[in-house]
């Protein structure tokens, strides 16, 4: 006879308050907020827990799965971007990168991964966090996307890169000079779904740890992030747009446009077929409406590909009226495509077309570039290493080049 499956021991970050109590039966609830507020802080091996009795650190040890471990740190920027290695469930790991702005560094205005610049005196710590292994929607230009899905993220996988992070900072482990420390926040200031993955395909992960960070509906967890500095960035699944913005909490919704019509998106966004523009754009109208946040358009510039004056004009039609931001990324080069950012100048003509065409637009600066830990970006090396590269991606790469080489517009 087989021995009986080992029992499942839950993600202590999921189980919440009421669940951590519920788990600890016999204890006062006292002592569910107390782990929580571990949690919370970065520690999870309950041994770290130091106000708890000896005895109920044990028990801990054996109710909850072992606590995962930081596998790598990679730090470049000076030690302002520091990228951070994740053991996960089922042997796989995912990384997440902390962005720092001192506060004296931080003036201009521009915005940035963190969304819009917070004031200049203000300093900000950005965490960029990845949703799943990997990414089934196959993007051609996306080295994520390029080395195909291998898994879901829970949702204390995704938080739990948060709170790895708020740990290192709390507790000054920065390898910075003391007159940069000293100009940064304690705490986090700004989340981004803008790690490796669909945050929108893995919806409940995803919208619980949004919860989980900024809810204010008993679901939250005294992290204390304001939604405003919660920023979701999707491809485009056009049902999940719809329960975030059934949250009701006003996260900061990112959509990644990429082409300014159908028929270059399909390719370059291959869910597009499923979700085409119209019926994208009238999500982001309605999640507008409804939220009264202000959208953020995201667009991968890519030579000779979707960067011309014509198709920034184009953009311009598409979006204006929808009262959004653009954001402009140069693309990053990655391992499946020949494809390059535009020169500076080109990216320039791109962004004065649209702003002379009454758009709000900025190009963004990715942070990390020489670590691949740029946000988006992640993931390249595994692409690399394990030969992934998905049949999808490289086909697409394909037809979008030949179809601009025969472009005018290309
Ligand atoms: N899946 C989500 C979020 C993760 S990607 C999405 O696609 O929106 C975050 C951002 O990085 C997206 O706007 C994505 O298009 C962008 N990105 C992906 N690959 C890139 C590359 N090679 N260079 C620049 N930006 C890239
Ligand atoms: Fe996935 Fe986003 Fe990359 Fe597209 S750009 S493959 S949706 S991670």
Redesign the pocket.
Known sequence: MSAPPAPVRPDPYALGVAGLAALLGDQPRYRAEQVHRWLVRGVDDPAEMTDLPVALRDRLRELLPPPPRVLRRTTADGGLTLKVLLECGGGEAVESVLMLYPARATGGGRATAGGPAAKPSAGRATVCVST?A??????P??????AGFRGQLSLGEVVRQVTVMQRLLAEGELDLPEAVAAQLPRHVTNVVF?????PL?NLDATVGAVRWLAGRDGQGSGFGLSARSVTV???GLVPGIRRLADLGLPITLAV?L?APDDELRDDL?P?NRQHPLPELLDACREYRGRTGRRLTFEY?LIDGINASVDQARRLARLVRGLGAHVNLIPMNPTPAVPWRAPSGNAQHAFLDTLREAGVAATIRRNRGSDIDAAC?QLYADYALASGRILPT?VGAAQRVGSAAAARPDG
């Open positions: 799943q990997g990414c089934a929607m196959g993007c230009f996306c080295a994520t996307g390029q803008m790690g490796m993955g669909e395909a960035s999707t491809v990644s990429h966004v869910v991968v988006g991606a």
